[in-house]
């Protein structure tokens, strides 16, 4: 039927939300008729009850116990990006850092993985303010 409503129909979006469209609908029949796929579509009855305490989003209060001080230190990562100061190995340690974080942010259960990506920062951004600041600490001696 969609080669037969190819040939009528030339417009090329047309098509593709008449396809899109069908595929919804197949995939709500699907799961309509067949009871073993409303299973399926639960994690077989895992995600029906109340999701444990490490399947939550990470509060504040569990990212203070996991990393206290080194929260207030994650904004001085940024001095980093300083039009001249940047390198290619700073934006692979952003493709270390962003997944992590987003780790972080969806389940606590992640907290000890994305520990190593909120060091970095902290500890990038420590040594990229005594950067800043060493000029002006050598002048005072």
Do not use: C
């Not at 069908?22 to 399926?40: C, H, P, Q, S």
């Not at 305490?53 to 980093?80: C, V, Y």
């Amino acid at each position: 039927s969609l080669f037969l409503f190819s040939k009528f129909v030339r417009d090329k979006k047309v098509r593709i939300g008449v396809l899109i469209g069908l595929a919804v609908l197949g995939i709500f029949v699907l799961f309509y008729r067949f009871e073993a796929l409303k299973d399926l579509s639960t994690g077989f009855g895992i995600f029906k009850e109340a999701p444990i305490q490490e399947t939550q989003p990470s509060s504040f209060n569990d990212l203070w116990k996991a990393f206290s001080i080194s929260l207030f230190l994650i904004p001085l990562f940024f001095l980093r990006f300083y039009p001249n100061r940047t390198s290619i190995s700073d934006f692979l340690v952003l493709g270390l850092i962003l997944p992590s974080l987003y780790m972080i942010k969806t389940w606590t259960r992640f907290l000890f993985i994305g520990s190593m990506a909120i060091a970095l920062m902290a500890g990038i951004g420590v040594v990229e303010l005594y950067e800043i600041l060493k000029p002006q600490l050598n002048e005072r001696k």
